[in-house]
């Protein structure tokens, strides 16, 4: 079993409209989260990184959140724009390194005008 | 600055031919990071560095898979001999400490037939 579960695999939306990824893991001891945004045939690009401590992080349009204790973090996007269209890959690091990462398989959003 | 330079961008071999793949890093970054990137299993850290010194290369599949970095600015992962398997896009990544974040290259997309 994967220690980094993303839902939904998949996600089409209208333009405009919010949307919610979720990213549940197990690792431990947690260092941080982070959240990736790929475009098709680029390199991922990160939105947000958060500690322990951290329970919030916005970037634009993109709000991550974080509760350590119940190992869950979501990805809200808002007022979502046709360039949002890409896959997001949730990415957790494990103890006191934080190049020992875990990788979700990632979600496949879709915005539709 | 340039970004993350990686050659080729693309690379159709055929099995058992060694493949050299290139990157240089955003100058001053002084980690340098080598992933792989299929459908079925996603995003995989293969070996990182810290000031051109490997640090972990856990990640790297088999005996068939080296990496060097001879000097800050410039880095390689080789295959030698290649397999079908190992059809996939491989990305650099380089961050100016381990809390921050990583900046990806373009990717190399790796065909072996």
């Known amino acids: 079993k994967n220690q980094v579960e993303q839902s939904p695999q998949s996600l089409i939306i209208l333009e405009g409209k919010n949307c919610t990824l979720q990213c549940n893991y197990t690792v431990s001891p947690f260092s941080n989260l982070r959240w990736y945004k790929q475009d098709t045939g680029r390199g991922p690009v990160s939105l947000t990184i958060?500690?322990?401590?951290?329970n919030t992080k916005s970037n634009g349009r993109y709000t991550a959140t974080l509760d350590a204790d119940t190992k869950q973090s979501s990805l809200h996007i808002t007022a979502s724009q046709l360039s949002d269209s890409a896959s997001y890959i949730c990415?957790?690091?494990?103890?006191?390194?934080?190049?020992?990462?875990?990788f979700g398989a990632g979600t496949r959003l879709t915005v539709k005008p | 600055d340039a970004g993350v330079i990686q050659s080729p961008r693309h690379e159709v071999t055929e099995m058992g031919q060694e493949v050299t793949l290139r990157c240089k890093p955003i100058?001053?970054?002084?980690?340098l990071f080598w992933y792989r990137q299929t459908m079925m299993r996603g995003l995989e850290l293969l070996i990182y560095f810290n000031n051109n010194v490997p640090i972990d290369d856990s990640g790297m599949p088999e005996d068939r898979f080296s990496a060097k970095m001879p000097n800050a600015s410039f880095s390689t992962l080789k295959i030698q001999p290649s397999e079908p398997r190992d059809s996939a896009v491989y990305f650099c990544a380089s961050s100016p400490d381990t809390y921050n974040e990583q900046f990806f290259g373009p990717g190399t997309r790796l065909t072996v037939l």
């Open positions: 990415v957790v690091s494990i103890g006191y390194n934080n190049n020992d990462m875990r």
């Open positions: 958060m500690t322990f401590s951290e």
């Open positions: 100058s001053g970054h002084d980690y």
